[in-house]
């Protein structure tokens, strides 16, 4: 056990992070972009008489006709002025090299484009001749530009990371004819469900908090290339500023003081009522025509469901459509700029960021706009970890897994032999306290962050407040691919409260420490964080539908949203099942390792605290947050566990 579980250390962590910084740094190779490409501004008008600011890098070599490659986003597109260049252009400059018209545009009601700027406004389905969206937006700036342009070839593609994706997304609805190809990377598709802000219902505070500050407040003027003034922390330590702010509802009443549109539209909307699920996108990718790249990132801390979501819609929508899924070891976007070797300590055997873009992104874009090369792209091309290697599918999950289940025991053991004992104390109990949350990080930030999806679980392993239980030693690997399901037992002396289940691969305790290892790191028994999620309880029933059960079979608006956006209080000491997703991984539990399951009731400041009283927690007073005893249980009829999908050896 840890010498003093209740001490959360930096020094490591400021460590990784350096590391990080430079993995995030790898070098593009060097390439003159102005002596090869023209630039030009325009404000290009929507049908509803807006005009948004558009950038074009268009090759200077007139002997071809080129492509367009669309990216549009919310976050601004320096530099600005006709006579400054990016020193990249498209996803990366191979594909300056290989010659695209490159196109970047603020989307609407952002920096130098006209309009309200609405947070992932919904899509229209039956528009009048005025009515806008995302996708009429993406639909009226490719017509502007086919049409515009000289010297293209009629076709375009778009691509986008995070918010990007997301836009790439809808942008595909109903679409313009010259779009082609489109590659929606790390995109969010439900943000109550498990995307950016929310995961079952729980609010992810931090990062919301940081992005709300940044991009979600009101413009006070009109249009302008310069975005807010960044917020100042007056402390390092995130875990103390957000503990200090108290109840939720202080967030608005100390910072954002009514000036951020989105923050009160979220705290209007505490449920899974019509303004989320308008906001579901997969429900509407319906009719898609040209071929589809979907990104997704293993250790994406932001935007890890949307893209198997949309992958799944695409499949029972579009069955016949071209539309690839490719997942790699990297963190939320690190795939566009990571050589993807490493990540923290956790190594991957290959530069697998590279290998995706010399040898999936730019052939996808080059043969669907260019009729370049062949393709020969799985349906799924997915890395695994552990075993570190690149596998072919032509689905995912793939054929050839079975459930299988491990199972919580006394004594702290995890064993795939479901409990025996039918005795009323088969269970283990903790006591919540929101004045003492469960840290998420050992790391002294006040950003979320993206190395906690790896992170050493033994910094909260000893807290009295977190359980652990670990399997025998393997004696041979064991390889999932699929989803991860979490089925908890659990009871509470209070009306609400939050449950987070983890899935750790343990380390042997002779593992090789890393060489040359100046920073004199430990990894014999390292707990690396492989898969976990949050569930708020009072949702429990709620969501059941509209999760991992059926992930795309959203309703429609109507009465049925009424009952879906319901939430229930916890009946005291009762015990109650919970049922939520971890998440897809295609990982090996190699030899000589150890399968761990951790379960909390905070997660702190990653997500909001649960007062652990049944309110409305976005207008919750510092007085309702109290103290619970939790229990999770371990019986023959109540046998909490977390269900994988095990590949078959072969």
Known sequence: MNANPLQRTS???????????????????????????????????????????TIVYAPKDQSQSYPFLIARTAYGIPPYGPDNYRTVIGPNNDFAKEGYIVVYQDARGKFKSEGEFIHHVPYKPNKGPKDVDESSDTYDTIDWLVKNIPNNNGRAGQWGISWGGWQVAVGMIDAHPALKASSPQAPPEDQFLGDDHHSNGAFQFMYCFSWMMRSGRARTGGPSEAGPEPFEYPTPDGYKFFLEMGALSNADKKYFKGQSPTWNDYAKHGTYDEYWQARNVPKDLKNINHSVLIVLDWFDAQDFYGPLRMYHAMKKYNPQNKTFLVAGPWIHGGHGRMDGDTLGFIKFGSKTGRYYRENIELPFFNYYLKDKGTLSLPEALMFETGANKWHSFDSWPPPGTETKSVYLHENGKLSFQPPTTNLSNAFDSYISDPAKPVPYTAAITTTEGHLFMVEDQRFVWGRPDVLAYESEVLTEDLTIAGPINATLYISTAGTDGDWIAKLIDVFPDDYPDPAPNPLNVRMGGFQMQLAANIMRAKFRNSLKEVAWVTPVAHPQLGPESKRLASVEPMIPNQVTKLEFELGDKFHTFLKGHKIMVQIQSSWFPMFDRNPQKFVDIYHAKDSDYQKAAISVYRSSRHSSHVKLAVLRTQ
């Not at 740094?25 to 630039?39: F, I, L, M, R």
């Open 11 to 53: 020094s490591f962590f400021l460590a990784v992070i350096a590391l990080l910084f430079v993995q995030l740094h790898c070098a593009q190779e060097t390439y003159d972009v102005k002596s090869h490409y023209t630039k030009s501004e325009h404000m290009i008008p929507m049908r509803d008489g807006v005009k948004l600011f």
